[in-house]
């Protein structure tokens, strides 16, 4: 739960900047200005959409991927209502922003994944589009994002130097956090949704046979 509401908080110091948008957060908000949403409800549904996706298309869920999808959406609402973060008034200003949001998400990403409950919607479409297009993860992850930017862009969202900085930096940056705080994704083995039932179902045996 660390790691999803400081991801909210990282995702809204990014679009704060206002430099241009992370790619998802380029269609989110394109998508929350098209519809009337906020951009909290756009990224849920954008979640949701994805989960059935995958789900259709064979790929495992966890508890976490759906924590991931509404506990950061509900959460950038909250933080974008309080109001607390102030615009970027200049480039400058702009450029310490999003990167601070990057290495929050970053912190943020140790966090969700490190709890083995499972990777967000997002994350699993690429991990599937990777097993069934037998195309390289990298590829994959840049045409997703690359697909979310221009549907994004021409529905409103904002494109802009702060876009590519994104995508160049939340790689290195996750990287130098796992380095740091010495994890090895590799090692991580993610309960399924039906694990972690049968687990919180076993505490509940056991408890009431107290």
């Known amino acids: 739960m660390i790691g999803l509401i400081l991801y909210a908080l990282g995702i809204v110091i990014t679009i704060k900047a206002n430099i241009g948008y992370a790619p998802w957060d380029v269609f989110h908000v394109g998508l929350a200005t098209t519809t009337g949403v906020t951009i909290g409800v756009?990224?849920?549904?954008?979640?949701?959409?994805?989960v059935i996706i995958v789900t259709l298309l064979g790929e495992?869920?966890?508890?976490?991927?759906?924590?991931?999808?509404?506990?950061?959406?509900?959460?950038i609402d909250l933080i974008m209502l309080f109001g607390f973060i102030p615009i970027?008034?200049?480039?400058?200003?702009?450029?310490?922003?999003?990167?601070?949001?990057?290495?929050?998400?970053?912190?943020?990403?140790?966090?969700?994944?490190?709890?083995?409950?499972?990777?967000?919607?997002r994350d699993n479409l690429m991990v599937v589009l990777t097993r069934k297009t037998k195309l390289p993860v990298g590829l994959c992850r840049l045409l997703v994002e690359l697909f979310a930017t221009t549907v994004g862009w021409f529905l409103g969202g904002m494109v802009?130097?702060?876009?590519?900085?994104?995508?160049?930096?939340?790689?290195?940056?996750i990287q130098l956090v796992f380095k740091i705080l010495r994890f090895d994704i590799?090692?991580?083995?993610?309960e399924t949704l039906g694990e972690t039932c049968a687990t919180v179902r076993g505490i509940f045996r056991r408890e009431s046979g107290k």
């Open 42 to 50: 756009a990224s849920i549904i954008t979640g949701f959409v994805i």
């Open 88 to 121: 970027a008034n200049n480039f400058i200003t702009g450029i310490v922003m999003l990167l601070t949001g990057i290495i929050l998400i970053s912190v943020a990403t140790y966090f969700y994944i490190k709890s083995s409950f499972g990777v967000g919607p």
């Open 60 to 75: 495992k869920l966890g508890f976490g991927t759906i924590a991931n999808n509404f506990v950061i959406g509900i959460f």
């Open 186 to 190: 590799t090692k991580v083995k993610h």
């Open 160 to 173: 802009g130097v702060g876009t590519v900085i994104s995508v160049v930096a939340i790689g290195f940056f």
